[in-house]
C-alpha cells in the first residue's frame, strides 16, 4: 500500500500555515469582539456528547481546514463561555486578547521555560514578573521568591510541601495544620496528597461575616500541644470563594508567629484586590505571610493556566525542590541563573511569565487597578439594588467582589425550605435558559445565588437584566406553589 498521501514530518507549506494561522485568529478576535452577543452556558449530556465525537483513531491524514471547521462549529461552542459579562459563578475568566496572543507565541515558538539554559529570557522574564508580584505584595524582592504554577491548586500544593520540609523535617507524624471552614478544596487536597492523615487537619469554623474565629483557632492550637501534637502550619484566606471573605491576616500573623507556625495564605481569588483604593487595608497583614498563593487567571485577568507562588525566601522553594540527575549536570549554571525546575515540581514547564509581562506592558498597572476598583464597585452598587427589593434578600454583603443572596419575598411567609426549593430552581431555570451562568451556594445553611464580579466588561445592565430574569422565575415559581 503507497503512503505518499502521510505527511511524516508534520508540515505544512508556508502558505498554508499562512492561511490556517490567519483563520485561527479571526476566529480568536470574532469571539473577543462578539461574545457578549452569545448565550454563555453550554448544555449537553454524556450521550449527546459521545454522539458527536466518538470516533475510530484518525489513522489517515483529513484536511486541516476539515478539521478546524469541525472544531469551530461543534467543539468550541459546547463550551461555556467563561469570559463573557454574564458569567457569573464560581470565579470568570475575564483573560484579555493580548495574553491570548502571547500564549500563542510561547506556544508557537515551544519555549521550555524550566530551565535557564533552554531559555535564559524565559527564565529572566519569570525573574522580572516574579519580582513585580514580590514588589505588590510587599515580600521584598531581595530574598524573595516565587514560581508559576499551572494555578492555585498547584500553587498551594508547591507552598505546602515546602512548609512541611522547613518545619516538620522527614517525620510530620504528629503535625498539625489549621484552616478555615472557608478555605478552598484545592487545600485540603493539597494535605491529602502530601501524606497527611484526617485526624492532622483542623477545620476552624468561622464567625457569622465568614471568618475565622481567633479564639477557636488559639483553642485548637493549645489543645493539641497539649495531647502531644506539633502545629506546624496555619493557612489563611485572602478572599474565600465562597464570600470573598479576607480573614483577620494580621491578627493569625500574629498568632503564628508566637506559636511558631508557617503562614501560608491562599489569595488566589482575593489577593488581586490589594491594587483597589482600599486594598491594602482590606488585606492587612498579607505581607507578613511565609508563603502567598495568588492567582493571575483570576483577578490580574489572565488566560487559563497561571497561577502563582511567592515566599519570602526563595532559597526555601530551591531547598525543597532541587534535584541533581546525572542528565541536567551541564545545565546548571551558576546560582544566579535561576533554574525554576528546581523551584517546584514540575520539570518540563511552559512559558507562563510571557503573557503576564505582555499584558502589564502593554496596559500598564493602573488599567488593572482600575478594572480591579471598578469590579468593588459594580458589587457594592449590585447590592444596593438588591437591598431596594422587596423580594430579595443580601445574605452575605459585597465583599472583593463577590455577593449572595437570595429570593426571599418580605410579604410572603414562608418557610427556609421552601426559600432554598425556590432559589435552587432559579439558578436551574436561568441556567436551561442559557442567559447567564448563575448558580447556587450554601452558606448557614440558606440556598442562596452567588455572583462574583471579577469581569470589567461586565456592566450593571448584564446583573439587572438577569436579576429581573431570575425574579420572574421566583414570581412564577411562586405563584404555581400557591396554585397548588
Known amino acids: 500500500?503507497?503512503?505518499?498521501?502521510?505527511?511524516?514530518?508534520?508540515?505544512?507549506?508556508?502558505?498554508?500555515?499562512?492561511?490556517?494561522?490567519?483563520?485561527?485568529?479571526?476566529?480568536?478576535?470574532?469571539?473577543?469582539?462578539?461574545?457578549?452577543?452569545?448565550?454563555?452556558?453550554?448544555?449537553?449530556?454524556?450521550?449527546?456528547?459521545?454522539?458527536?465525537?466518538?470516533e475510530d483513531i484518525p489513522t489517515d491524514p483529513t484536511d486541516a481546514n476539515?478539521?478546524?471547521?469541525?472544531?469551530?462549529?461543534?467543539?468550541?461552542?459546547?463550551?461555556t463561555i467563561v469570559s463573557h459579562p454574564k458569567s457569573f459563578s464560581f470565579v470568570p475568566g475575564p483573560s484579555n486578547y493580548i495574553s491570548a496572543m502571547a500564549d500563542t507565541i510561547a506556544t508557537g515558538f515551544?519555549?521550555?521555560?524550566?530551565?535557564?539554559?533552554?531559555?535564559?529570557?524565559?527564565?529572566?522574564?519569570?525573574?522580572?514578573?516574579?519580582?513585580?508580584?514580590?514588589?505588590?505584595?510587599?515580600?521584598?524582592?531581595?530574598?524573595?521568591?516565587?514560581?508559576?504554577?499551572?494555578?492555585?491548586?498547584?500553587?498551594?500544593?508547591?507552598?505546602l510541601v515546602t512548609a512541611r520540609r522547613i518545619k516538620c523535617g522527614d517525620d510530620f507524624s504528629k503535625s498539625v495544620i489549621?484552616?478555615?471552614?472557608?478555605?478552598?478544596?484545592?487545600?485540603?487536597?493539597?494535605?491529602?496528597?502530601?501524606?497527611?492523615?484526617?485526624?492532622?487537619?483542623?477545620?476552624?469554623?468561622?464567625?457569622?461575616?465568614?471568618?475565622?474565629?481567633?479564639?477557636?483557632?488559639?483553642?485548637?492550637?493549645?489543645k493539641d500541644r497539649l495531647q502531644g501534637l506539633e502545629p506546624f502550619c496555619m493557612i489563611a484566606s485572602a478572599g474565600t470563594t465562597n464570600t470573598g471573605t479576607v480573614d483577620p491576616l494580621d491578627e493569625i500573623a500574629k498568632i503564628c508567629t508566637n506559636e511558631k507556625l508557617w503562614f501560608h495564605i491562599d489569595g488566589a481569588y482575593g489577593g488581586a484586590a490589594i491594587l483597589a483604593d482600599n486594598g491594602k487595608e482590606l488585606l492587612k497583614g498579607i505581607e507578613?505571610?511565609?508563603?502567598?498563593?495568588?492567582?493571575?487567571?483570576?483577578?490580574?485577568?489572565?488566560?487559563y493556566e497561571m497561577g502563582c507562588l511567592l515566599v519570602k525566601d526563595h532559597n526555601w522553594l530551591s531547598g525543597t525542590f532541587s534535584e541533581k540527575p546525572e542528565y541536567l549536570r551541564d545545565v546548571e549554571g551558576n546560582e544566579s541563573e535561576i533554574n525554576f525546575y528546581d523551584h517546584g515540581i514540575q520539570l518540563t514547564r511552559r512559558f507562563r511569565a510571557l503573557k503576564f509581562y505582555m499584558s502589564l506592558k502593554t496596559f500598564g498597572l493602573n488599567s488593572f487597578k482600575k478594572a480591579i476598583q471598578y469590579n468593588i464597585e459594580l458589587t457594592e452598587q449590585t447590592e444596593n439594588i438588591l437591598r431596594k427589593s422587596s423580594k430579595?434578600?443580601?445574605?452575605?454583603?459585597?465583599?472583593?467582589?463577590?455577593?449572595?443572596?437570595?429570593?426571599?419575598?418580605?410579604?410572603?411567609?414562608?418557610?427556609?425550605?421552601?426559600?432554598?426549593?425556590?432559589n435552587q430552581k432559579i439558578s436551574e431555570k436561568i441556567m436551561n435558559s442559557r442567559e447567564a451562568l448563575l448558580v447556587t451556594t450554601v452558606l448557614l445553611g440558606q440556598v442562596v445565588l452567588r455572583m462574583c464580579l471579577i469581569n470589567p466588561r461586565t456592566t450593571i445592565t448584564h446583573i439587572t437584566e438577569t436579576i429581573e430574569q431570575c425574579e420572574l422565575y421566583g414570581d412564577a415559581l411562586l405563584s404555581l406553589e400557591q396554585a397548588n
Do not use: C
Open 66 to 79: 476539515k478539521v478546524l471547521d469541525f472544531v469551530m462549529k461543534e467543539i468550541i461552542p459546547q463550551s
Open 178 to 222: 489549621y484552616l478555615s471552614d472557608q478555605a478552598h478544596s484545592s487545600n485540603i487536597k493539597a494535605i491529602k496528597v502530601i501524606g497527611f492523615k484526617k485526624s492532622q487537619i483542623r477545620i476552624i469554623p468561622t464567625d457569622l461575616e465568614f471568618k475565622m474565629s481567633l479564639n477557636k483557632l488559639k483553642n485548637a492550637i493549645a
Open 110 to 159: 515551544n519555549i521550555f521555560s524550566g530551565g535557564w539554559a533552554a531559555s535564559p529570557a524565559a527564565a529572566e522574564l519569570e525573574i522580572l514578573t516574579m519580582n513585580w508580584l514580590l514588589e505588590i505584595f510587599g515580600f521584598g524582592t531581595k530574598k524573595g521568591g516565587g514560581i508559576f504554577t499551572s494555578g492555585g491548586s498547584m500553587a498551594n500544593l508547591t507552598a
Open 392 to 422: 430579595w434578600e443580601v445574605i452575605s454583603p459585597a465583599t472583593l467582589a463577590v455577593i449572595n443572596f437570595r429570593y426571599h419575598p418580605i410579604d410572603k411567609n414562608l418557610s427556609e425550605k421552601e426559600i432554598d426549593i425556590i
Open 288 to 303: 507578613k505571610a511565609d508563603s502567598l498563593t495568588v492567582d493571575p487567571h483570576k483577578w490580574f485577568f489572565q488566560p
Open 1 to 54: 500500500m503507497k503512503e505518499d498521501h502521510l505527511n511524516p514530518k508534520l508540515i505544512l507549506s508556508k502558505d498554508d500555515m499562512t492561511q490556517y494561522g490567519y483563520t485561527i485568529i479571526d476566529h480568536i478576535v470574532e469571539h473577543f469582539d462578539n461574545q457578549d452577543s452569545k448565550k454563555p452556558v453550554a448544555i449537553a449530556t454524556r450521550e449527546e456528547m459521545d454522539n458527536l465525537l466518538t
